[in-house]
């Protein structure tokens, strides 16, 4: 006899692995605030109050316009930078990433992303439009309400020739006290 899966809910705590999407989105009707902030490096000691003298905050609204369907707005005051985008989820979610994701047990996630982002406009002539990238990471819970959580892009191509790119590397902490979710993340 074959066992029903049934569907899997909470794969990841938020919209969000690290940086890039999860394959989460907010229901219908739900509203969620998104305020965070990024530090700088812990090394740069007590004169750049480690780290914390970097601070770069950005402010976002997303919201389930459907249970299928989400979209979301935000401003970063990194260049003073807006966003906004639409999630839908058919089978999987779609951003300009395909996350795909699996909970193995209530305390391992893992989570696959190949991404494609095409930029209008760059910042020089043998710039690349067009970024590939794969990405992996997941979650470990520690505890009921803690995870760690940890994120991985590979840069297929060198989408910026006129200075130096790396791949990201991201690890970081969940923290849910009822209503609200704070991720502590350090990126490598």
């Not at 996350?99 to 710039?127: G, M, Y």
């Not at 009921?144 to 790119?165: D, K, M, W």
Request: proline letters at 4%; aromatic letters at 18%; glycine letters at 8%.
């Amino acid at each position: 006899m074959v066992q029903d899966p049934g569907y899997v809910y909470a794969t990841f705590k938020s919209t969000r692995l690290l940086n890039g999407h999860s394959i989460e989105r907010m229901q219908k009707y739900d509203l969620d605030v998104r305020i965070s902030h990024r530090f700088g490096k812990i090394n740069k000691g007590p004169y750049e109050f480690f780290g914390l003298d970097q601070n770069v905050s950005y402010f976002g609204l997303e919201y389930g316009l459907f249970d299928w369907l989400m979209a979301g707005t935000g401003r970063s005051s990194y260049k003073k930078m807006y966003n906004g985008f639409v999630k839908l989820s058919i089978l999987l979610c779609y951003t300009h990433q395909l996350p795909c994701a699996r909970k193995f047990t209530q305390w391992l996630s893992f989570q696959i992303s190949p991404v494609f982002i095409h930029r209008n406009l760059v910042a020089a002539n043998e710039d690349k439009n067009d970024i590939l990238a794969f990405g992996a990471g997941g979650r470990i819970k520690i505890t009921s309400r803690i995870s760690f959580n940890f994120e991985y892009y590979y840069l297929l191509n060198n989408p910026v020739a006129s200075s130096p790119c790396y791949d990201p590397f991201a690890i970081g902490f969940d923290i849910e006290t009822g209503g609200h979710v704070f991720q502590i993340l350090y990126f490598l």
